[in-house]
């Protein structure tokens, strides 16, 4: 359940529903758009036999009760307060940028880094074309004011298209949403605002700890070009290229992602 409180000044807190399996290093799960953490489901079971897995759910997604609207800042305060001190974060679509911006703020806080199907700017911006039109965020934020259960399955048809299955794939996304609940429009909205404004490049450069990015060729949200331009801006990111995945490797190649995932985190390296 996500409930708000209020802090000294009156002004309300999120404070973000966490469910926790499995035993080991603390890695921290945060789902994507329009999704919630039934999504992650044997995926997080298999992590679990490893790792301590902590999946958030995000504010006005799932079966949150805080249905107001967010902001970027307000969740990273509460990942903040509510994470471990020291975790390391896989992070997909939406989830992957505000875990770069955590990364960012607090630094001493990520041991690692993985942003899967994720990107440091969402849309289309001067030097950075791997990336959405804008009109088409502009097309899903008057979407969600207008059909908005119409919307988020154009957007799970999206997540599936140039998958190998992409009709099995979206019907098992269609199957979280009814298992872990559709969430509020207006924190809906909130997320895909984010995705529309958000340029965390500066972020991916100045970057403290290892990152991992885990994208899938076939993705039509998040062109895989994506790839060899964040090395252009930091070189010292790893890549690791799903070849038939779309934009939910962890469903449609989980064997692939979880060797990825394991090789990565147990690799000893110095933190920058």
């Given at each position: 359940?996500?409930?708000?409180?209020?802090?000294?000044?009156?002004?309300?807190?999120?404070?973000?529903?966490?469910?926790?399996?499995?035993?080991?290093?603390?890695?921290?799960?945060?789902?994507?758009?329009?999704?919630?953490?039934?999504?992650?489901?044997a995926?997080?079971?298999?992590?679990?036999?490893?790792?301590?897995?902590?999946?958030?759910?995000?504010?006005?997604?799932?079966?949150?009760?805080?249905?107001?609207?967010?902001?970027?800042?307000?969740?990273?305060?509460?990942?903040?307060?509510?994470?471990?001190?020291?975790?390391?974060?896989?992070?997909?679509?939406?989830?992957?940028?505000?875990?770069l911006?955590?990364?960012?703020?607090?630094?001493?806080?990520v041991?690692?880094?993985?942003?899967?199907?994720?990107?440091?700017?969402?849309?289309?911006?001067?030097?950075?074309?791997?990336?959405?039109e804008?009109?088409?965020?502009?097309?899903?934020?008057?979407?969600?004011?207008?059909?908005?259960?119409?919307?988020i399955?154009?957007?799970?048809?999206?997540q599936?298209?140039?998958?190998?299955?992409p009709?099995?794939?979206?019907?098992?996304?269609?199957?979280?949403?009814?298992?872990?609940?559709?969430?509020?429009?207006?924190?809906?909205i909130?997320?895909?605002?984010?995705?529309?404004?958000?340029?965390?490049?500066?972020?991916?450069?100045?970057?403290?700890?290892?990152?991992?990015?885990?994208?899938?060729?076939?993705?039509?949200?998040?062109?895989?070009?994506?790839?060899?331009?964040?090395?252009?801006?930091?070189?010292?990111?790893?890549?690791?290229?799903?070849?038939?995945?779309?934009?939910?490797?962890?469903?449609?190649?989980?064997?692939?992602?979880?060797?990825?995932?394991?090789?990565?985190?147990?690799?000893?390296?110095?933190?920058?």
């Open positions: 359940m996500i409930v708000c409180c209020r802090s000294w000044k009156g002004q309300a807190l999120i404070k973000l529903n966490l469910s926790e399996s499995g035993a080991g290093p603390s890695l921290v799960l945060i789902h994507g758009w329009a999704m919630n953490n039934a999504v992650w489901g995926f997080a079971d298999e992590l679990a036999q490893s790792y301590r897995v902590i999946c958030v759910e995000l504010p006005g997604h799932g079966m949150s009760e805080y249905t107001d609207a967010w902001t970027m800042g307000e969740v990273l305060q509460a990942l903040h307060r509510q994470l471990p001190e020291r975790s390391n974060i896989l992070a997909w679509s939406l989830g992957g940028m505000l875990a911006a955590y990364a960012q703020r607090y630094p001493d806080r041991d690692k880094l993985l942003m899967m199907a994720s990107s440091a700017c969402f849309v289309q911006a001067e030097g950075w074309l791997c990336a959405q804008d009109e088409v965020l502009n097309a899903f934020l008057h979407g969600m004011v207008d059909k908005p259960a119409s919307t399955k154009r957007f799970l048809r999206l599936s298209q140039g998958a190998l299955e009709r099995l794939l979206n019907r098992r996304l269609n199957q979280c949403l009814k298992e872990g609940g559709s969430g509020s429009a207006e924190g809906l909130s997320g895909l605002r984010i995705l529309q404004q958000a340029d965390l490049r500066a972020a991916l450069v100045a970057i403290a700890c290892p990152l991992l990015m885990i994208l899938g060729a076939k993705d039509q949200l998040i062109p895989v070009a994506v790839g060899a331009a964040s090395l252009e801006l930091n070189a010292g990111i790893q890549l690791s290229v799903i070849e038939q995945a779309s934009h939910v490797p962890f469903l449609s190649d989980q064997a692939a992602v979880l060797e990825s995932i394991n090789q990565f985190i147990a690799t000893e390296e110095c933190r920058g």
